[in-house]
Nanobody
Framework: QVHLVESGGGLVQPGGSLRLSCAAS????????IGWFRQDPGKPVGVVYI???????AYEDSVKGRFTLSRDNAKNTVYLQMNNLKPEDTAVYYC??????????????WGPGTQVTVSS
């Protein structure tokens, strides 16, 4: 059974860092497109960072130079390192896996999400 679980969210002050983890079971993450998405209340889900099965990456402009996606194949886990966090980064963060692309509807498997709150 395909399963994704995020962890690592929490409350952090502006300028701080968090590392989100996304552990997969039932399939091999490296065979799929992996996406990190986020959603503010009342807003649609938006892309944060994408890694293609071919190693290509894409990310939302506001996270350039601050967020990095990495993976540990042995643990079947991907990470989103988030540095210099800003209040506007506050959202529920989701990891997803699927056939890929830049849009949430192109991802078949989703975790339940983890809350990130950036506030002083």
């Amino acid at each position: 059974q395909v399963h994704l679980v995020e962890s690592g969210g929490g409350l952090v002050q502006p300028g701080g860092s968090l590392r989100l983890s996304c552990a997969a079971s039932g399939f091999t993450l490296d065979d799929y497109y992996i996406g990190w998405f986020r959603q503010d209340p009342g807003k649609p889900v938006g892309v944060v960072y994408i890694r293609g099965s071919d190693g290509s990456t894409a990310y939302e402009d506001s996270v350039k130079g601050r967020f990095t996606l990495s993976r540990d194949n042995a643990k079947n886990t991907v990470y989103l390192q988030m540095n210099n966090l800003k209040p506007e980064d506050t959202a529920v963060y989701y990891c997803a896996a699927g056939s890929g692309g830049l849009y949430p509807e192109e991802y078949e498997h989703w975790g339940p999400g983890t809350q990130v709150t950036v506030s002083s």
